[in-house]
């Protein structure tokens, strides 16, 4: 367990909405209060390997197109039903089924994978999903999509009711309770009551924790009063800027090196209204924490000379102008972020017109209809590094987020490494496509920050799981 037994335990983060699990979302506010209501088939472990959950057992076919599950037996839902294979079925379906909406541009991305996959229900509780194509990465969806007995599904978000080691009792504005699952499968939950608050000022939300309003509190600042312990971890998460290759200047690669070159990393990171110190510098699309990351390629070293020059081979010696679109938060440091960076870019000569907008959800439509100018404020998120390429940089794809790069090369490691179960077999590709986008760099690549809880008494041995996400076992 990650807590002693307790009757309360409070959590503290900055949202806390009631969202339907089905919606493909990776805001850790919104997915840990889902990770505590519900079960998926399969889970990661601490150090992000899959292991059984509501799947005690999976098999793959050579060609990664065939996945056999065998459900638990005997698991109880919420509302004492007992799980079924079918109920596995039917919210696998309507978690694919292209009327389920996004969150922030993300709608359609769980369907492009298995649109045309046959999902079925086999004897003896067994689950099997067909794809066409092959889909090694399977899994990696799976550890996201809630199981929820069919005859609930038509009463989400409002009436959440799964299997998972809590059940939803109230929503109030700001706040969320839930109580534990008694019957849950894998046993009783440590505490009796969970409470989530909302606090979006991270100033108010230290203080909140500083009182002892909370026992857990997601983000600190610094440590607060009353924390026993700073608990930190390296995350999934890239801080990067998507650079416009349909049109304009950034579809020459010197210039997209020279970006890379005119940014100072290190002083980005250590900004105290950036983070904090709480970041490693990117050198690629993926994070340290990524399987196939290759040793010696190094992050693009800050060297305005080195950007001067290029800039000068690529026919801008006297100047480029280019514009930036950002979102006013997600991430939240983005504004002092463009600013700072359009600071470094001036000093090489590139002049960067700044657009913030205020609507989350209209900004990351427009990424998705490539309508930001030239260069875009984002970030990326999937554990799977084969997920990156696919829906960001495969020109086959024109994923949601894919900005016009293309890269014959990088097509087909992506079609091996997705035939390919073989984990070290699949890491020396990845490794190889790595090097390939580092150096094509159709992206500014900029930092991947730190998590960070503070941990009151009835949290001092707890630790994060290796999504980042608050879970409390």
């Known amino acids: 367990m990650t807590i002693s037994s307790t009757n309360l335990f409070t959590v503290v983060q900055p949202t806390v909405p009631l969202a339907d699990p089905h ?3 990776d805001i850790r506010d919104r997915r840990s209060i889902i990770d505590a209501i519900f079960d998926a088939l399969v889970r990661r472990n601490d150090e992000g390997e899959f292991i059984p959950w509501l799947a005690e057992s999976w098999s793959v076919e050579d060609d990664c197109r065939r996945w056999r599950f ?144 909370a026992d857990l509190l997601v983000d600190p600042l610094f440590k607060p009063a009353g924390a026993e312990n700073i608990v930190s971890q390296r995350s999934y998460l890239c801080i990067i800027f998507l650079l416009n290759l349909f049109e304009g200047a950034t579809q020459d690669v010197r210039v997209r090196k020279a970006l890379n070159h005119a940014v100072n990393r290190q002083a980005i990171i250590a900004h105290p ?101 030239d260069i ?30 293309h890269s014959e090369a990088l097509n087909a490691l992506l079609d091996r490494a997705a035939a390919t179960a073989d984990g070290d077999q699949r890491a020396a590709m990845m490794r190889q496509a790595f090097t390939q986008v580092h150096d094509d760099a159709p992206w500014l690549f900029l930092y991947a920050p730190d998590h960070r809880w503070a941990l009151g008494e009835k949290a001092h041995d707890w630790h994060p799981c290796a999504e980042g996400r608050v879970r409390i076992l």
């Open 273 to 373: 209204q950036i983070a904090q110190g709480h970041a490693r510098p990117l050198a690629g699309p993926l994070t340290a924490r990524h399987s196939g990351i290759p040793q010696d390629v190094q992050p693009y070293c800050y060297d305005p000379n080195a950007a001067r020059q290029l800039l000068a081979d690529a026919g801008y010696a006297s100047g480029l102008k280019l514009s930036l679109a950002l979102p006013a938060r997600f991430p939240d440091e983005s504004i002092v972020l463009a600013r700072h960076i359009a600071e470094e870019l001036q000093a090489v000569g590139v002049t960067v017109e700044l657009t913030i907008y205020e609507d989350r959800p209209a900004y990351a439509q427009r990424v998705r209809d490539k309508q930001f100018g």
């Open 376 to 405: 875009a404020c984002f970030d990326s998120s999937p554990a799977s590094g084969w997920r990156v390429y696919r829906e960001k940089l495969d020109s086959r794809q024109q994923g949601p987020w894919w900005q016009g790069y």
């Open 23 to 25: 919606v493909l979302s």
């Open 70 to 213: 065998q459900l638990r037996a005997g698991v109880r839902c919420h509302n004492g039903a007992i799980l079924t294979a079918f109920d596995a079925q039917a919210s696998l379906l309507r978690a694919l089924s292209p009327e389920m909406p996004g969150e922030l541009g993300t709608q359609g991305v769980l369907r492009s994978y298995l649109q045309h996959a046959a999902v079925a229900v086999a004897d003896n509780g067994v689950l099997t999903i067909d794809n066409p194509e092959p889909f090694a990465d399977l899994l990696d969806l799976l550890v996201d999509i809630a199981i929820v007995p069919a005859d609930s599904l038509h009463a989400l978000p409002q009436q959440p009711i799964g299997s998972g080691p809590y059940q939803f009792a109230e929503q109030q504005p700001g706040r969320i309770t839930l109580h534990a699952f008694d019957d849950h499968w894998a046993g009783k939950p440590p505490a009796a009551t969970l409470v989530w608050l909302a606090e979006p000022d991270a100033v108010q939300r230290q203080a909140l924790f500083a009182r002892g309003e």
